[in-house]
């Protein structure tokens, strides 16, 4: 999988939210503006931009986002250790999202992270493993994490709904507190908003013996980049740094788009944490 953010998103990401005009980056790089301009469409560049000092007027970290421009990929995680966890990809007018089920085996009861796109995918694995669907946990409210909603809360009435605080729906607002059990899981939410007003983070613990939690961070953090910061690019880093980054170096973050990754490879080469 590809990664969601080339090094030329980055630049623009990063530039929008440091408010950096489009000639001045393009002279720290040692760029004509249009020469950026095409690095920020395409993430390539036929003359080799001085890339320590466009991170540094852009508040990134040089060399990290130079390997990214290199074609940095995560290491695939050894899923195997997580079991009975499915990332899920749908896709819809180009856009691809990822969603999340995982289930305690003992009790065949299952949460589901986000709804993706349709729902055709998340039911064939539940039938396939004979789960029974208990929880779902919105990472937040944007069109593409909950497109399947209602017509998964139609299919399983009786699935408990947890949003993040100040989202669009009050009615259905639900925010966890303290720890959900699943089985022997047990998932918790942190508040990382930022990206958006309701965004959370769910963290999962003791996930099979298996000593890494999980965390699902939705748009927060992508491998290599992060989320746009709708509300705030500023308060985003910031919950990114507390909340995410902060977890044990081998979690394991599932992201809202692009490939999986760990805290500890984020923190090594993220570019917009230096
Ligand atoms: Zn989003």
């Given at each position: 999988?590809?990664?969601?953010?080339?090094?030329?998103?980055?630049?623009?990401?990063?530039?929008?939210?440091?408010?950096?005009?489009?000639?001045?980056?393009?002279?720290?790089?040692?760029?004509?503006?249009?020469?950026?301009?095409?690095?920020?469409?395409?993430?390539?560049?036929?003359?080799?931009?001085?890339?320590?000092?466009?991170?540094?007027?852009?508040?990134?970290?040089?060399?990290?986002?130079?390997?990214?421009?290199?074609?940095?990929?995560?290491?695939?995680?050894?899923?195997?250790?997580?079991?009975?966890?499915?990332?899920?990809?749908t896709t819809q007018g180009?856009n691809?999202?990822?969603?999340?089920?995982?289930?305690?085996?003992?009790?065949?009861?299952?949460?589901?992270?986000?709804?993706?796109w349709?729902?055709?995918?998340?039911?064939?694995?539940?039938?396939?493993?004979?789960?029974?669907?208990?929880?779902?946990?919105?990472?937040?409210?944007?069109?593409?994490?909950?497109?399947?909603?209602?017509?998964?809360?139609?299919?399983?009435?009786?699935?408990?709904?947890?949003?993040?605080?100040?989202?669009?729906?009050?009615?259905?607002?639900?925010?966890?507190?303290?720890?959900?059990?699943?089985?022997?899981?047990?998932?918790?939410?942190?508040?990382?908003?930022?990206?958006?007003?309701?965004?959370?983070?769910?963290?999962?613990?003791?996930?099979?013996?298996?000593?890494?939690?999980?965390?699902?961070?939705?748009?927060?953090?992508?491998?290599?980049?992060?989320?746009?910061?709708?509300?705030?690019?500023?308060?985003?880093?910031?919950?990114?740094?507390?909340?995410?980054?902060?977890?044990?170096?081998?979690?394991?973050?599932?992201?809202?788009?692009?490939?999986?990754?760990?805290?500890?490879?984020?923190?090594?080469?993220?570019?917009?944490?230096?």
């Amino acid at each position: 999988m590809m990664l969601e953010d080339h090094a030329g998103d980055i630049i623009h990401k990063a530039r929008n939210a440091a408010k950096v005009p489009l000639a001045t980056a393009a002279t720290a790089a040692g760029l004509s503006p249009a020469e950026l301009e095409r690095l920020e469409a395409t993430g390539a560049c036929e003359q080799k931009p001085d890339w320590n000092a466009l991170a540094s007027v852009l508040g990134l970290h040089g060399s990290k986002l130079e390997a990214v421009a290199h074609g940095w990929l995560p290491q695939p995680p050894e899923l195997r250790r997580w079991r009975e966890l499915r990332p899920i990809t749908t896709t819809q007018g180009g856009n691809t999202v990822n969603c999340y089920l995982l289930w305690d085996p003992s009790t065949r009861s299952a949460a589901l992270f986000d709804t993706g796109w349709n729902m055709a995918p998340i039911q064939e694995l539940i039938e396939e493993n004979r789960l029974e669907l208990k929880y779902l946990f919105l990472t937040h409210s944007h069109q593409d994490h909950v497109a399947a909603l209602k017509i998964l809360q139609i299919t399983w009435p009786n699935v408990v709904l947890f949003f993040g605080p100040r989202n669009q729906c009050p009615a259905l607002n639900q925010l966890l507190t303290g720890c959900m059990t699943l089985g022997s899981l047990c998932i918790s939410a942190r508040e990382t908003p930022g990206h958006s007003e309701d965004g959370v983070t769910y963290v999962i613990n003791n996930f099979l013996g298996n000593p890494s939690p999980v965390a699902m961070v939705g748009d927060c953090l992508f491998a290599g980049s992060m989320g746009r910061g709708f509300q705030s690019a500023k308060l985003l880093k910031q919950k990114v740094q507390k909340h995410i980054l902060s977890l044990p170096s081998e979690t394991l973050l599932c992201p809202g788009h692009g490939p999986l990754t760990t805290v500890a490879q984020e923190k090594a080469q993220n570019p917009f944490f230096p």
